[in-house]
């Protein structure tokens, strides 16, 4: 047992609590149309505060047309395993200020929870990594390096070539991952599959031009109406995904009520939920389909008019297994050929992602199964993530021999990418006490 270490956690915590609500009030959102300089200045606050946590050789890493990475680390003792510790600084956009209970970017506690942009999704695992490094002090039990993205958010595009560019420097026996979360507040987990994800335009075209709807109509199909029924066409009655070919597979139900899922995610009363099998297969290892857009007139500017063009953004999440290239191909294949009344039909492919699944049992691994179990007293159950971070594939790839651990201090109520993102608190606390005892483990 590492009693003193759980002490002194409780020391450190006031001063993780201050450093977490710093960065949430630096409005680093990596999406394109906004402050660029904010991202800027969150990779610098990230670079001072690892620096103050005891971490050396600290870089701001550069790429043409990059978001700034940071990097610093903290040499352990000859022989020991080096682990490379990842989080992301940059955040998703906060959406309408109105449907914040408060501003965003300026924190505030309700509830035992830490409410702002950020705050779940990745800045709590910046703070922990440095909170970690704080309390091991200048002589770690292993060799540690921190590596801080800073366009998680817009896809990592540049990652591959940060790990190119900076193979070496990243290089390590344990990639820990701190941008996932456990199961439930109070029940710990450890992320063992990833969905993948492929996106794609379609659009639809049925006029030259726009024209009259009541002395057209009837006869001449519009694009809007169209573009519907071939977006109707990706799930079955049931709600079941109905592009050919994909994988699916049935996982661990464990405890996950529809009561529970119904609350986590707001649905209103009276709507069904979709699809076949366990709740957890349909959220970890089936493929999932959504619509994110429609280009098409808004309500507020409608005439009376047959539109003759609209376009639409549809995503799909891939069941770990999948192949991200074949299942593009066959969605493609699938939205060509569906019956649109003769519209032109255009599908224009946007982007992709690996889905990952960890390997067998790895003692490396195993040490942050029991960081996790002495930190909130359980053992940690075993996770998919029905999210895609295309990133941890690139990792392994680079680095086939390193172990790679998804962790982290979110839990399904922090409402990451909504309005009033939030972090629990003592779960936070549990977090950095778990990977400070795990970094012990494993250095046996």
């Given at each position: 047992m590492h009693t003193g270490l759980a002490a002194a956690v409780d020391d450190l915590f006031p001063w993780i609590r201050t450093e977490l609500e710093a960065l949430i009030r630096i409005p680093?959102?990596?999406?394109?149309?906004?402050?660029?300089?904010?991202v800027r200045r969150s990779a610098e606050a990230t670079a001072d505060l690892l620096a103050r946590s005891g971490f050396t050789g600290i870089q701001i890493l550069e790429?043409?047309?990059?978001?700034?990475?940071?990097?610093?680390?903290?040499?352990?003792?000859?022989?020991?395993?080096?682990?490379?510790?990842?989080?992301?600084?940059?955040v998703q956009p906060p959406g309408p200020n109105s449907e914040w209970t408060t501003?965003?970017?300026?924190?505030?506690?309700?509830?035992g929870r830490l409410q702002g942009r950020g705050s779940s999704d990745d800045k709590c695992g910046v703070v922990t990594h440095a909170a970690v490094a704080r309390l091991l002090g200048p002589n770690p039990p292993v060799s540690?390096?921190?590596?801080?993205?800073?366009?998680?958010?817009?896809?990592?595009?540049?990652?591959?070539?940060?790990?190119t560019t900076h193979g070496a420097l990243l290089a390590s026996d344990v990639i820990v991952i701190a941008?996932?979360?456990?199961?439930?507040?109070?029940?710990?987990?450890?992320?063992?599959?990833?969905?993948?994800?492929?996106?794609?335009?379609?659009?639809?075209?049925?006029?030259?031009?726009?024209?009259?709807s009541g002395?057209?109509?009837?006869?001449?199909?519009?694009?809007?109406?169209?573009?519907?029924?071939?977006?109707?066409?990706?799930?079955?009655?049931?709600?079941?995904?109905?592009?050919?070919?994909?994988?699916?597979?049935?996982?661990?139900?464990?405890?996950?009520?529809?009561?529970?899922?119904?609350?986590?995610?707001?649905?209103l009363p009276g709507v069904e939920l979709i699809g076949k099998g366990s709740l957890t297969s349909r959220l970890w290892t089936r493929p999932a389909a959504a619509v994110l857009a429609i280009d098409a007139p808004p309500v507020a500017e409608a005439i009376n008019q047959l539109i003759p063009r609209a376009r639409a953004k549809v995503s799909v999440r891939l069941a770990p297994g999948d192949s991200p290239a074949r299942a593009m191909a066959s969605l493609v294949a699938h939205l060509e050929s569906q019956p649109a009344w003769g519209a032109t039909v255009t599908v224009t492919p946007h982007e992709s992602g690996e889905p990952f699944r960890l390997g067998g049992k790895d003692p490396?691994?195993?040490?942050?199964?029991?960081?996790?179990?002495?930190?909130?007293?359980?053992?940690?159950?075993?996770?998919?993530?029905?999210?895609?971070?295309?990133?941890?594939?690139?990792?392994?790839?680079?680095?086939?021999?390193?172990?790679?651990?998804?962790?982290?201090?979110?839990?399904?109520?922090?409402?990451?990418?909504?309005?009033?993102?939030?972090?629990?608190?003592?779960?936070l606390r549990r977090f950095v006490l778990s990977e400070a005892i795990a970094l012990h483990e494993l250095a046996r």
């Open positions: 680093s959102v990596s999406a394109a149309g906004y402050d660029s300089a904010q790429l043409p047309g990059a978001h700034p990475a940071v990097y610093g680390e903290i040499a352990g003792p000859p022989g020991a395993p080096t682990v490379l510790l990842y989080a992301h600084h940059d501003p965003p970017f300026e924190p505030i506690e309700r509830n540690i390096k921190v590596f801080v993205e800073g366009e998680e958010e817009v896809g990592s595009s540049h990652l591959a070539e940060f790990i941008d996932s979360g456990n199961w439930r507040v109070g029940t710990p987990a450890l992320t063992i599959s990833l969905r993948g994800l492929i996106s794609l335009f379609v659009e639809v075209r049925v006029l030259e031009s726009g024209v009259h002395q057209f109509g009837g006869a001449i199909p519009d694009a809007l109406t169209t573009l519907t029924r071939v977006l109707a066409s990706l799930h079955d009655a049931a709600g079941n995904v109905a592009i050919p070919g994909l994988v699916s597979e049935e996982t661990e139900p464990l405890d996950l009520t529809e009561a529970e899922l119904r609350s986590q995610a707001g649905v490396r691994v195993e040490a942050f199964r029991r960081g996790f179990e002495e930190a909130w007293e359980r053992p940690p159950v075993d996770i998919g993530v029905g999210g895609s971070i295309p990133f941890v594939a690139a990792f392994s790839a680079a680095y086939p021999n390193a172990a790679i651990v998804l962790t982290g201090a979110a839990d399904p109520e922090c409402r990451a990418h909504g309005p009033n993102e939030s972090i629990h608190l003592d779960e």
